[in-house]
């Protein structure tokens, strides 16, 4: 190693990357592994990783600010995670006495950092919020207080960043004040958002200003007085992908509540575009859709009207028939996927599922998967795979009313006799298993 050219030894060391550093400096100059600016492009302190080395002077902390201090002009993103909370100041986690997590990034050069995810279980310090500041050049910022709250103080951090795309908050509390004045007022070049926060979000409407956003992401953890409000995909014109998640929603005249007392509903939305579909997306998880016309008020607030719609998946739902007809919204839908649903009120799934299918009158193929449809099957499709359900004995009668259906898949179902009745055999014509062969 040490007979070649220091530029080829620079260059092997840039390809083999951090890790390999310490091994390389055992036999060549350790001047050569901090001017390589390929290796200090990208680094990250994580507090987790932080270990006891000796005497206070070698303190893992310390070793690491020295270590920015002296690639700091090659660096453009950085990942600071402080110490995990409630540990002792004498635990090999914590930081020394005298030094802030603010420090690791005034190691650093803010003119050359173009990407920073700062993560502290603390407050926010002024030390912290200057050296956030500083960075002008910023593109992605991940920040990270939890579970403290931000103040509104630091709506001046957010409003001294323009350059800003994408941004992540994470916090006990975001206040109005930040979302309004920090977020949605000054960051009009925000392509990507994602707010976290364990009690109540304020209003979101204002970031409806956000018109290139691609990209939107909300979780409340609280379940609220009034639950999440959502928004309309059409406030945002170069939208991609939205994601909710929360306990509660506000809809149209409506809440629409987890099944779960404690758990959250995970809702995404997500612009889809290739050769099999085309529009939006729908996927909705462990919602209780227990009223009528509550999947309906869902995608209106979402303002996802008569052909727009492509797919709907519903994961671990219950669900009640009258809350899944759709009429003219599911108009151009192609696609349904629907995994372990379960009727409730006494209602019927297949009935149910029924009433959602019968609205789609493009529909290409459905995927009904762990459901509970002993009591009755959907009978207007033409492939209809119904694996891992609790159907058994004879193939359901209901099937033969299914004159359109072409490919049928019933694997991984309760026992199914080898010999069926004939009066319940399957009929319509060149009935088929999605393999392609005919089914017998």
């Keep these: 190693m040490q007979s070649l050219p220091e530029e080829l030894q620079g260059r092997i060391l840039e390809l083999a990357g951090q890790q390999a550093g310490p091994s390389v400096t055992l036999v060549c100059k350790h001047r050569l592994v901090y001017s390589q600016p390929g290796l200090w492009q990208q680094v990250a302190v994580l507090g987790k990783d932080a270990r006891q080395l000796g005497s206070a002077e070698d303190n893992w902390w310390h070793r690491k600010l020295a270590l920015l201090q002296r690639v700091r002009g090659a660096v453009r993103a950085a990942q600071f995670e402080g110490p995990p909370i409630g540990v ?72 001294q960043l323009g350059s800003l795309q994408q941004l992540t908050l994470s916090a006990q509390h975001l206040p109005a004040l930040l979302l309004h004045e920090g977020v949605a007022s000054c960051l009009l070049h925000l392509t990507g958002l994602t707010l976290k926060s364990d009690a109540e979000l304020p209003s979101t409407q204002p970031l409806t200003a956000l018109t290139r956003l691609q990209k939107l992401t909300m979780r409340q953890a609280s379940a609220g007085d009034t639950g999440l409000q959502l928004l309309p995909v059409t406030a945002f014109p170069a939208l991609k992908a939205m994601s909710y998640i929360a306990r509660h929603f506000q809809v149209s005249g409506a809440t629409l509540s987890s099944k779960h007392q404690q758990g959250n509903m995970l809702l995404d939305v997500e612009r889809r575009s290739d050769s099999s579909v085309n529009g939006w997306g729908f996927h909705l998880s462990t919602a209780a859709l227990d009223s009528a016309g509550l999947l309906p008020a ?20 219950s669900v009640q028939s009258t809350a899944l007809s759709l009429g003219q919204m599911a108009s151009s839908v192609t696609k349904v996927f629907i995994s372990d649903a ?6 019927q799934l297949g009935s149910a599922l029924d ?10 193929f459905a995927i009904v998967k762990s459901c509970d449809l002993s009591h009755g099957l959907p009978t207007s499709l033409s492939i209809l795979a119904l694996n891992d359900n609790m159907l058994r004995g004879a193939l359901p009668t209901s099937l033969r009313t299914a004159k359109k259906l072409l490919v049928l898949d019933l694997s991984n179902n309760l026992d199914f006799p080898e010999e ?14 999605p393999l392609g062969a005919p089914l017998s």
């Excluded at 030094?99 to 995810?117: C, I």
């Excluded at 069926?420 to 298993?433: K, T, V, Y």
């Design 355 to 364: 009433a959602l299918l019968g609205s789609m009158p493009t529909l290409q």
């Design 342 to 347: 379960h009727a409730t009120g006494g209602d």
């Design 88 to 159: 002792e100041a004498a635990s090999a986690h914590a930081l020394p006495d005298g030094m802030q997590l603010a420090d690791l990034v005034g190691a650093l050069d803010p003119a050359a950092l173009t990407s920073l995810t700062f993560s502290q279980k603390a407050e926010l310090s002024p030390a912290a919020a200057h050296g956030i500041v500083c960075c002008t050049r910023l593109r992605p910022l991940d920040l990270s207080v939890l579970p403290f709250p931000l103040r509104e103080e630091s709506t001046a951090v957010l409003q």
């Design 420 to 433: 069926r009745d004939p009066e319940a055999s399957l009929q319509p014509g060149g009935l088929h298993s």
């Design 298 to 317: 869902v995608l209106r607030t979402l303002g996802l009207a008569g052909g727009d719609l492509a797919s709907i998946m519903l994961l671990s739902c």
